[in-house]
T-cell receptor
Framework: QKEVEQNSGPLSVPEGAIASLNCTYS??????FFWYRQYSGKSPELIMS????GDKEDGRFTAQLNKASQYVSLLIRDSQPSDSATYLC??????????FGKGTRLSVIA | EAGVAQSPRYKIIEKRQSVAFWCNPI?????LYWYQQILGQGPKLLIQ????????DSQLPKDRFSAERLKGVDSTLKIQPAKLEDSAVYLC??????????????FGSGTQLSVL
């Protein structure tokens, strides 16, 4: 049974700071890694995906993957109050269904 | 492009009653998922369909939950009888390409179920 671990938070950062969200996974052969954002009372939406070791940047978001350490992270630069949400880490092996972590609640303080 | 449609948005029932949720995925999406999200938890897969066939239902409590996607389009998830611990948001998601490792899931707005 694959497990995905996240710190539930809340993680509080001041506006303009870098928010760092972390995720570890148990299945060493997991291949695909995703970050979903979920606003309160809303459904998850995909913000980043990463498949290879290293960094992947998209605007203010950077995903970092280290398969040897079974660790994936999401950095949010210049955090805005509108970034306040729960961030769900999800992993996938091949074309099996996504396995989600419990999510980290991020609060950006203006 | 219309998104994933779900209904009802909210449902309140008493324990031991039955309830059904409906989902219509994005047109042309072959894969449909039902996830259960308990408050404070991440989504947990209940069942995955590809067209009208079940791909994975290993985490579906089959003594009380059932799901179907008869024509490979819309889907219904049923709970009978409901228990207090079934209180959760039931999310339907669809994706266009079931074999792509980078597939993006498109989620519906969910059905919030409260069992009293």
């Amino acid at each position: 049974q694959k497990e995905v671990e996240q710190n539930s938070g809340p993680l509080s950062v001041p506006e303009g700071a870098i928010a760092s969200l972390n995720c570890t996974y148990s299945d060493r052969v997991s291949q695909s890694f995703f970050w979903y954002r979920q606003y309160s009372g809303k459904s998850p939406e995909l913000i980043m995906s990463i498949y290879s070791n290293g960094d992947k940047e998209d605007g203010r978001f950077t995903a970092q993957l280290n398969k040897a350490s079974q660790y994936v992270s999401l950095l949010i630069r210049d955090s805005q109050p509108s970034d306040s949400a729960t961030y769900l880490c999800a992993v996938r092996l091949g074309n099996t269904p996504l396995v989600f972590g419990k999510g980290t609640r991020l609060s950006v303080i203006a | 492009e219309a998104g994933v449609a779900q209904s009802p948005r909210y449902k309140i029932i008493e324990k031991r009653q039955s309830v059904a949720f409906w989902c219509n995925p994005i047109s042309g999406h072959a894969t449909l998922y039902w996830y259960q999200q308990i408050l404070g938890q991440g989504p947990k897969l209940l069942i995955q369909f590809q067209n009208n066939g079940v791909v994975d239902d290993s985490q579906l409590p089959k003594d009380r939950f059932s799901a179907e996607r008869l024509k490979g389009v819309d889907s219904t998830l049923k709970i009978q009888p409901a228990k207090l611990e079934d209180s959760a948001v039931y999310l339907c998601a669809s994706s266009p390409n079931p074999t792509a490792t980078n597939e993006k899931l498109f989620f519906g707005s969910g059905t919030q179920l409260s069992v009293l």
